[in-house]
């Protein structure tokens, strides 16, 4: 982490410049294209809505694994490219340059574990959430219960509030309200896309929205290099965009800190003196990219969903290749954004900062919005705010439905074992509301954090508290002597040695190069990614080390849920299989013969505005239920789709290799 001498100083101002009061967004062509936009994605999920059994359990698992790979694909990216994306990887691309790419292909190696290695064995093993494949795997309920309790943190840390702060940035710069009525505003129309679309919908406009969101973002980028004159006129401008206001008070700014680093167009970088140290961009990053390509509830959901593994592989391999653009569609224009507005965006002076974005550790988040307000002529703007929005509340209603999810099947079944379905959803909408309410509150701490870089902050939180559920997952799969006492003590003591980083960190404050922060060079002085490294490493240990001092796990309770098991045949017995299942009481013969009134309209637009349906899941015979049990598990492919997606796999490593060494 780079530091300057500190210096007490007033905070005396430079000239502040006049902020632009015109909004961008007021114009009949914008506000056609943003209305169209809605609708059309409305009527997606409508349609959707309408297609899909959301009112009943069976019709959902049976159309479980119906989805085929161009959506899948689609919906991955999607998932994973929201606003923060654009806002994250631009600012830090103004910030640092092209090594912030290097995240993005390195999900190119990531995605194929995904799907050749941790698939097969969530589908073998039945399973259709995370915290249930470890309960299967181990025994016991804590891991369950703390890796939805720790899902739920990183939610709240990472993805909704940036989430959140990134839509409000945009709203802010297109039509300049205060961030926090901007992220009001967001939450209401969510709300209403939530309720209309209904989840069910979210995995087709997610495959809308990959279409229009890189059409959108192709015309931007050949808007960004026309106006700078082509790829070598940018390398040679970007190394001099340097802001004009350099010093406040009696204090000249570090030049280190403004000046574009020498290594800007290099993704491998000094493993000491290098913000991005490569050890940490190839290891430590892997590590968490592992985390959230292969543990995650979103991501893994999606390619549960698949018809077959074949359709699990190519939506993987789709996946890997769209995730080669980000650094030609956010990362360059990131850049391109401070050469065309040096002052705004690399701005190092705090009272100037704030002056041009409210924040006095710079303006970096800004560079996107700033170039999608300022280049894009009238009616493309309104399609690339309305696009950043949509993605937004596309991801943050998935979010809020896995949050909502895991809050009320893995936590509050076990307060209230008898809730009735209607009391369980309504203590989900509860639980959003409070997650909402926590969101909004530490967004004044994400502003801060990072020198204002979005997605550095992303990356950092997760190498606190992501690195030990990765280290379990793992030694799960590839490591059957592990059992549930290594692997809770592993993931408690992981936890409490990541979270002592991070409340130091946010304590003493990440401050900027022009205000370094005091936080001791012991505690911040090791770079996230090699904290990443070492967390990741201790917890492996203390999970080998616990679990070799305990009993193992019998096989028998391990068929198919580990890769030296994973072809086993025989019927497993399940490890505390009848522990924590929910309490109904049971249907009475005169409950199923019952003959209920037909409710009144206002009662069926209650039912159906909050998702309460009167319809019951149909029973199962034995046979059904059987094929039903082979279908969720079955992993085989055709020999020919086989070969086919094996040969692509090879194809994206040659080209994730390719493009690594082409601008190490």
């Known amino acids: 982490m780079e530091t300057s001498s500190s210096v007490q100083v007033s905070m005396t101002t430079t000239p502040a410049p006049k902020k632009d009061d015109v909004i961008p967004i007021n114009n009949p062509a914008d506000i056609s294209v943003i209305v169209l936009y809605f609708v059309v994605v409305l009527a997606v999920g409508v349609w959707a809505m309408v297609r899909t059994n959301r009112g009943t359990v069976g019709g959902f698992f049976l159309a479980g694994r119906s989805m085929v790979w161009w959506p899948i694909g689609a919906s991955l990216f999607a998932s994973n490219i929201g606003s923060g994306h654009f806002v994250g990887l631009a600012g830090t691309g103004a910030a640092g340059g092209i090594v912030i790419g290097g995240f993005e292909w390195n999900a190119l190696v990531v995605v194929i574990f995904l799907g050749w290695i941790f698939v097969p064995i969530y589908v073998k093993a039945g399973v259709v959430t995370m915290p249930e494949y470890l309960m299967k795997r181990f025994g016991g309920q804590r891991i369950r219960i703390y890796l939805s309790v720790l899902s739920l943190l990183l939610y709240v840390f990472t993805k909704i509030s940036a989430d959140m702060f990134s839509g409000g940035i945009f709203i802010q710069e297109a039509m300049k309200l205060n961030i926090y009525l901007a992220i009001i505003m967001l939450l209401l129309i969510t709300a209403l896309y939530t309720v209309t679309g209904g989840l069910a919908a979210v995995i087709y406009t997610d495959t809308l929205q990959t279409f229009i969101m890189l059409v959108g973002s192709f015309i931007l980028m050949g808007f960004a290099f026309n106006r700078v004159g082509g790829y070598d006129s940018f390398v040679e401008k970007y190394m001099n965009a340097i802001p004009n206001a350099t010093s406040y008070g009696n204090v000249t700014v570090d030049p280190k800190c403004y000046t574009p680093r020498p290594d800007s167009f290099h993704i491998f970088r000094d493993p000491i003196t290098g913000d991005m140290p490569w050890p940490g961009l190839v290891f430590g990053l892997t590590i968490l990219a592992t985390w959230y390509w292969c543990t995650d509830q979103v991501i893994v959901q999606r390619c549960l969903s698949a018809k077959n593994m074949s359709h699990v592989k190519a939506g993987c391999i789709m996946c890997g290749y769209l995730k080669l653009l980000p650094m030609f569609l956010m990362v360059f224009p990131g850049m391109i954004s401070r050469i065309l507005y040096t002052n705004e965006v690399a701005c190092v002076v705090p009272s100037v900062c704030k002056e041009y974005c409210g924040t006095e550790v710079g303006c970096t988040n800004f560079a996107y919005p700033k170039m999608v307000v300022d280049l894009m002529p009238d009616g493309l703007r309104g399609l690339m705010l309305s696009v950043m929005l949509a993605s937004l509340m596309s991801s943050l209603t998935s979010i809020f439905n896995s949050a909502s999810t895991l809050f009320t099947m893995d936590i509050y079944t076990k307060v209230r074992p008898k809730a009735s379905e209607r009391e369980l959803m309504l203590a989900g909408r509860v639980f959003i509301l409070i997650l909402i309410g926590i969101s909004i509150a ?128 025989e019927e497993r017995i399940d490890l505390d299989a009848d522990e924590w299942k929910n309490e109904e009481a049971p249907e009475s013969k005169h409950d199923i013969d019952e003959v209920k009134p037909e409710p009144s309209c206002w009662k069926k637009a209650y039912n159906c505005f909050c998702g309460f349906e009167d319809k019951k899941a149909p029973t199962l015979s034995q046979e059904e239920q059987e094929a039903l049990e082979k279908k969720l598990t079955d992993t085989s492919e055709l020999p020919l789709w086989r070969n086919v997606v094996n040969i692509n796999a090879i194809i994206l490593l040659a080209v994730a290799v390719f493009c690594h060494a082409f601008f190490a």
């Open 442 to 569: 530490w967004i004044p701490i994400l502003q801060s954090a990072q020198s204002g870089q979005l997605f550095d902050y992303m990356q950092s939180v997760t190498s606190y508290l992501g690195p030990p559920i990765a280290s379990v997952f793992l030694l799960a799969i590839f490591c059957k002597r592990v059992n549930e006492q290594g692997a809770f003590w592993g993931l408690v003591i992981g936890l409490l040695i990541g979270l002592s980083r991070m409340i130091a960190e946010f304590a003493f404050g990440t401050g900027s190069c022009a205000n370094p922060s005091n936080c001791p060079k012991i505690i911040c002085g090791i770079h996230y990614l090699y904290f990443a490294l070492i967390l990741f490493a201790t917890s492996t240990l203390i999970v080998l080390g616990v679990s070799l001092l305990t009993p193992p796990i019998e096989d028998k309770h391990l068929y198919r849920l580990c890769w030296s098991l994973r072809n086993n045949t």
